[in-house]
């Protein structure tokens, strides 16, 4: 299951974190996110021990969306090492979001 990162745990589980982090920027009004949510589901078990996969509600979370300028939802990030290394904008396909973990896993 997708974790669920928050303004007062982000630094501590996404930035601070060993293994790299794709992170979901979502709201629940976001038709879109509701059609990448499975997607991000799916990805959190394939992924389970190797990387974590979890999700920031924008509108319960306004101080990381701001700080990472988020403008439109979804947005996907990856972190490695506290740094983002790669930002998607919209729905995207499974094997596309696949080929980022991959690669900032290595």
Same mark, same amino acid.
């Given at each position: 299951?997708? @974790? #669920?990162? #928050?303004?007062?745990?982000?630094?501590?589980?996404?930035?601070? =974190?060993? &293994?790299?982090?794709?992170?979901?920027?979502?709201?629940?009004? !976001? /038709? *879109? !996110?509701?059609?990448?949510?499975? #997607?991000?589901?799916? @990805?959190? $078990?394939?992924?389970? /021990?190797? &990387? $974590?996969?979890? $999700?920031?509600?924008?509108?319960?979370? *306004?101080? +990381?969306?701001?700080?990472?300028? +988020?403008? =439109?939802? *979804? #947005?996907?990030? +990856?972190?490695?090492?506290?740094? &983002?290394?790669?930002?998607? &904008? /919209?729905?995207? *396909?499974?094997? =596309?979001? $696949?080929?980022?973990?991959?690669?900032?896993?290595?």
């Amino acid at each position: 299951m997708a @974790l #669920t990162f #928050t303004d007062s745990n982000f630094e501590a589980d996404v930035l601070k =974190s060993a &293994v790299p982090v794709l992170v979901d920027f979502w709201a629940e009004w !976001c /038709g *879109p !996110c509701r059609m990448l949510g499975p #997607t991000i589901e799916e @990805l959190a $078990k394939e992924y389970e /021990g190797k &990387v $974590k996969v979890g $999700k920031v509600n924008v509108d319960d979370n *306004p101080g +990381i969306a701001a700080k990472y300028g +988020i403008r =439109s939802i *979804p #947005t996907v990030m +990856i972190f490695k090492g506290g740094q &983002v290394v790669e930002q998607l &904008v /919209g729905v995207q *396909p499974k094997d =596309s979001l $696949k080929k980022r973990i991959d690669a900032a896993a290595v």
